[in-house]
């Protein structure tokens, strides 16, 4: 099923998280290791498509050399909103799977931040990073051309008031995208491991154009996942 699905199209994958820098030697990071991302660009590859993987902190490698896919290392969100801007603006397909830092340190300090006498310890001031996925559904409705299909991905864990579903629900209509990747998380769940449990959420919009039961549950290695994530993206 897999094979020429994606033939001659252009697929963005985002993977890894980002690193936002405080001072030469310290950032704030996050703990995706980038295999649900890196899993999607092989995935994407097989199917038959031209992949450009933005590949943010990773605690696996990238796939350097694989066939198919080129690879673009970036460490901030900064880097990886411009990186999304001028590759993932001219793809037919971007998932955007990367854990994006939603803050970063509102001041860069040239210097290393040192231990004072005085007893005073320092106050870290966060701004926030720009939504990258939601910049890009934004751009696609301004300038009328884009990827035909956006995925955003969300980890949520609900709690005692709020269903994941609904949660994740609410983020596809928030973020305007075409599909919705929900990883239930929490203790032990999905953050570096190898097995995942996933939802695929379609918007309104799509859902009539596919056949299958809406919202598709996937459970199983995240290279499964990952062919599930391309498959409905590619109908
Ligand atoms: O809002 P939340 O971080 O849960 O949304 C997750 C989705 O949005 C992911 O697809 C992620 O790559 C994307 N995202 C983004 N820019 C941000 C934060 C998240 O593109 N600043």
């Given at each position: 099923a897999?094979?020429?699905?994606l033939?001659?199209?252009?697929?963005?994958?985002?993977?890894?998280?980002?690193r936002?820098?405080?001072?030469?030697?310290?950032?704030?990071?996050n703990r995706?290791?980038?295999?649900?991302?890196?899993?999607?660009?092989?995935?994407?590859?097989?199917?038959?498509?031209?992949?450009h993987?933005?590949a943010?902190?990773?605690?696996?490698?990238?796939?350097?050399g694989?066939?198919?896919i080129?690879?673009?290392r970036?460490?901030?969100?900064?880097?990886l909103?411009?990186?999304v801007?001028?590759?993932?603006?001219e793809?037919d397909?971007?998932?955007?799977?990367?854990?994006?830092?939603?803050?970063r340190?509102?001041?860069?300090?040239e210097a290393?931040?040192?231990k004072?006498e005085?007893?005073?310890?320092?106050?870290?001031?966060?701004?926030?990073?720009?939504d990258?996925l939601?910049?890009?559904?934004r751009?696609?409705?301004?300038?009328?051309?884009?990827?035909?299909?956006i995925?955003?991905?969300?980890?949520?864990t609900g709690?005692a008031?709020?269903?994941?579903?609904?949660l994740?629900?609410?983020?596809?209509?928030r973020?305007?995208?075409?599909l919705?990747?929900?990883n239930?998380?929490?203790?032990?769940?999905?953050?570096?491991?190898d097995?995942?449990e996933?939802?695929?959420?379609a918007?309104?919009?799509?859902?009539?154009?596919?056949?299958?039961a809406?919202?598709?549950?996937v459970?199983?290695?995240?290279?499964?996942?990952?062919?599930?994530v391309?498959?409905r993206?590619?109908?």
């Amino acid at each position: 099923a897999q094979n020429g699905l994606l033939a001659g199209r252009r697929v963005v994958v985002t993977a890894g998280g980002t690193r936002e820098p405080l001072d030469p030697v310290r950032y704030l990071g996050n703990r995706s290791s980038g295999k649900q991302g890196v899993a999607l660009a092989a995935a994407a590859a097989a199917a038959g498509a031209q992949v450009h993987l933005i590949a943010g902190i990773m605690e696996v490698a990238a796939p350097e050399g694989a066939a198919g896919i080129t690879v673009e290392r970036v460490e901030t969100a900064e880097e990886l909103h411009n990186a999304v801007a001028s590759a993932g603006d001219e793809a037919d397909l971007l998932l955007m799977a990367a854990a994006v830092a939603d803050f970063r340190p509102a001041d860069y300090t040239e210097a290393k931040i040192k231990k004072t006498e005085d007893g005073v310890d320092p106050v870290i001031h966060l701004q926030r990073n720009p939504d990258i996925l939601s910049a890009t559904v934004r751009r696609r409705a301004e300038r009328g051309t884009g990827p035909t299909v956006i995925v955003g991905f969300a980890a949520e864990t609900g709690d005692a008031a709020n269903d994941p579903l609904d949660l994740a629900q609410a983020k596809l209509l928030r973020k305007g995208c075409e599909l919705l990747v929900l990883n239930r998380v929490g203790e032990g769940l999905v953050f570096g491991q190898d097995d995942t449990e996933i939802h695929i959420l379609a918007s309104f919009g799509v859902q009539g154009l596919l056949g299958e039961a809406d919202p598709l549950h996937v459970t199983g290695s995240k290279q499964e996942a990952a062919r599930a994530v391309v498959e409905r993206a590619g109908e």
